[in-house]
């Protein structure tokens, strides 16, 4: 319940602004809000998917020795791709931040 109120509270400077100015000064909070909040949700899942890839990848070479070449170049694709995502979220946070579309 509190946070439903928060969030009515927080909405309502936008909803009660008496000046332009003021509610694109909120929006731009707002922003730079989201976009902090967005980065850190990608880079948990970008960290813990790399945990579990790294996971797997040393459980496979206890398992076949021989195989560790072959597994550590495919973790290390893994965790380029991983690591794109979250840069990929870095350059809408990013875009967000300096180029808003929404003002």
Known sequence: ??????LLLACAGVAFAADGNVA???LKAYSVLGAGVGLGLAALGGAIGMGNTAAATIAGTARNPGLGGKLMTTMFIALAMIEAQVIYALVVAMIILYANPFT
């Open 24 to 26: 694109n000064e909120t």
């Open 1 to 6: 319940m509190k946070k439903i109120l928060f």
